[in-house]
């Protein structure tokens, strides 16, 4: 039995596979940086590295059959791999966009679609889906990502009443801004209040597996973010969708 870690090279993934890996776990980290996700798997011990692009098509079943031909079953699986861009709609990529939400939706439902099976099968299983306080609102600037967190967290939601029958835990894990490439990645011009109010990455994943270990559905990092979530459900749309585009800035 072996816990999946997708997007596993930095960020979040790379600090879900140390603290993982540090509980004893035996892990599969999967991401596009061969170099990296091998360097940390060597670093680890316990981790089988995998290098594959999960934004391409029939990424995940690809991942499957190499889980399958290592004689591995999923106990858990960490749905970490995504990403962000920055830009108004009408001057993005479509093809970006449409990777984008290949990837933060599609291959993360692929995922749960390929392990819950087995999981039910044996009547236990975890599954921790990242979203993100995006999740909450809409996102001027980054409309696309914003739309497929709040997929994410949807899904999410339902697949733990789903299978909480069936002694599986599911829980989303929806960060706020974090101390990680993402920015980078994403584009922002600029990122000074996104760092001001941006979390450690050891401390986000820490609240995530504690969640998912109560089985909590759906859990916002830092006490702040839950400030910020809670005033989301409190104001009207036409503000939420304004202040959410101006933290980018």
């Given amino acids: 039995m072996v816990t999946l870690i997708t997007g596993a090279s930095a960020g979040l993934g790379e600090e879900f596979a140390r603290q993982l890996s540090a509980k004893g776990k035996r892990l599969v980290?999967?991401?596009?940086?061969?170099?990296?996700l091998e360097a940390?798997?060597?670093?680890?011990?316990?981790?089988?590295?995998?290098?594959?692009?999960?934004?391409?098509p029939d990424s995940a079943k690809k991942l499957m059959a190499d889980l399958a031909a290592n004689d591995e079953s999923v106990s858990t699986l960490?749905?970490?791999?995504?990403?962000?861009?920055?830009?108004?709609?009408?001057?993005?990529?479509?093809?970006?966009l449409r990777a984008m939400i290949d990837l933060n939706c599609g291959t993360l439902t692929d995922l749960c679609a390929a392990v819950v099976p087995q999981m039910i099968e044996r009547g236990?299983?975890?599954?921790?889906?990242?979203?993100?306080?995006?999740?909450?609102q809409a996102g001027p600037g980054m409309?696309?990502?914003?739309?497929?967190?709040?997929?994410?967290?949807?899904?999410?939601?339902?697949?733990?009443?789903?299978?909480?029958?069936?002694?599986?835990?599911?829980?989303?894990?929806?960060?706020?801004?974090?101390?990680?490439?993402?920015?980078e990645v994403a584009g922002f011009k600029s990122r000074g209040m996104f760092d001001k109010v941006s979390m450690a990455a050891d401390k986000v994943v820490e609240i995530?597996?504690?969640?998912?270990?109560?089985?909590?559905?759906?859990?916002?990092?830092?006490?702040?973010?839950?400030?910020g979530v809670l005033l989301t459900h409190l104001a009207p749309r036409a503000v939420t969708r304004k202040v959410a585009g101006m933290i980018k800035h």
Avoid: Q, W
């Fill in 124 to 136: 236990r299983g975890s599954i921790l889906n990242v979203a993100s306080t995006a999740a909450f």
């Fill in 143 to 183: 409309a696309v990502y914003f739309a497929t967190k709040a997929y994410v967290l949807s899904f999410s939601e339902a697949l733990h009443e789903e299978l909480k029958p069936h002694g599986i835990k599911v829980s989303c894990l929806c960060p706020g801004p974090t101390a990680t490439e993402f920015g």
């Fill in 78 to 96: 960490i749905n970490n791999a995504g990403f962000g861009a920055f830009g108004k709609f009408a001057k993005a990529d479509p093809a970006r």
């Fill in 29 to 36: 980290i999967v991401a596009r940086r061969k170099d990296r």
């Fill in 208 to 227: 995530g597996l504690r969640a998912l270990d109560k089985n909590r559905a759906v859990v916002v990092a830092g006490p702040l973010n839950k400030t």
């Fill in 40 to 56: 940390l798997a060597k670093e680890l011990g316990n981790a089988r590295a995998l290098a594959l692009d999960l934004g391409k």
